[in-house]
């Protein structure tokens, strides 16, 4: 069974940092890029970042870019987001997810962790 | 890539078929995926490739389209089916999500 459990959620002062882990289990890690996802209180999904099973190929949305740093270490089955110089804007639930891949190159998050919520204010 | 997705919120009542539109701003073949989410939940794959069902998923959902113009249907909606609807582009970076459909209680 696969299971992604995000942790190290919590209040942070803006312009002050804080790392994302996602532990992941039940698949061959190394063999899947990951992603994380957020969500604002009451808004919308927003892509964050992805990288490759590798980790030698990383994706941003310009929103974080040059602030956070996706990153994942096989060797223990876990995702990481280190994310720096927080805005309030950055509250919100942060989602780890699965990255699929199906016939025909077709793509899609197949399995979500439950959030793991940041709150930016002084 | 921008997806606008219509309506933002409807009501509908158990056993009403339901239909959501997700327009893309430009030309996402058909790498476009439909996920529900509940209250205090994680997202969940309903639909991949524009038409492709996601494994335990009810056939009571289907998906079409291509290019820009793609739909998600509940042909019979169920109690469990209240929920919001997110359509997401998987074609190019930064990947994108449409602004999502809350399906209420009529």
């Known amino acids: 069974e696969v299971q992604l459990l995000e942790s190290g959620g919590g209040l942070v002062q803006p312009g002050g940092s804080l790392r994302l882990s996602c532990a992941a289990s039940?698949?061959?890690?190394?063999?899947?890029?990951m992603s994380w996802v957020r969500q604002a209180p009451g808004k919308g999904l927003e892509w964050v970042s992805l990288?490759?099973?590798?980790?030698?190929?990383?994706y941003y949305a310009d929103s974080v870019k040059g602030r956070f740093t996706i990153s994942r270490d096989n060797s223990k089955n876990t995702l990481l987001l280190q994310m720096n110089s927080l805005r309030a804007d950055d509250t919100a639930v942060y989602f780890c997810?699965?990255?699929?891949?199906?016939?025909?190159?077709?793509?899609?998050?197949?399995?979500w962790g439950q959030g793991t919520l940041v709150t930016v204010s002084s | 890539i921008q997806l606008t997705q219509s309506p933002s919120s409807l009501s509908a009542s158990v056993g009403d078929r339901v239909t959501i539109t997700c327009r893309a701003s430009?030309?996402?073949?058909?790498?476009l995926a439909w996920l529900q989410q509940k209250p205090g939940k994680a997202p969940k794959l309903l639909i991949y490739?524009?038409?492709t069902l996601q494994s335990g998923v009810p056939s009571r959902f289907s998906g079409s389209g291509s290019g820009t113009d793609f739909t998600l249907t509940i042909s019979s909606l169920q109690p469990e089916d209240f929920a919001t609807y997110y359509c997401?582009?998987?074609?190019?970076?930064?990947?994108?999500f449409g602004g999502g459909t809350k399906v209420e209680i009529k």
């Open positions: 997810a699965k990255w699929g891949v199906a016939a025909g190159s077709f793509r899609f998050f197949d399995y």
């Open positions: 039940g698949f061959i890690f190394n063999n899947y890029a």
């Open positions: 990288i490759s099973g590798s980790g030698g190929e990383t």
């Open positions: 430009q030309g996402i073949s058909s790498y």
């Open positions: 490739a524009a038409s």
């Open positions: 997401q582009q998987l074609n190019s970076y930064p990947l994108t």
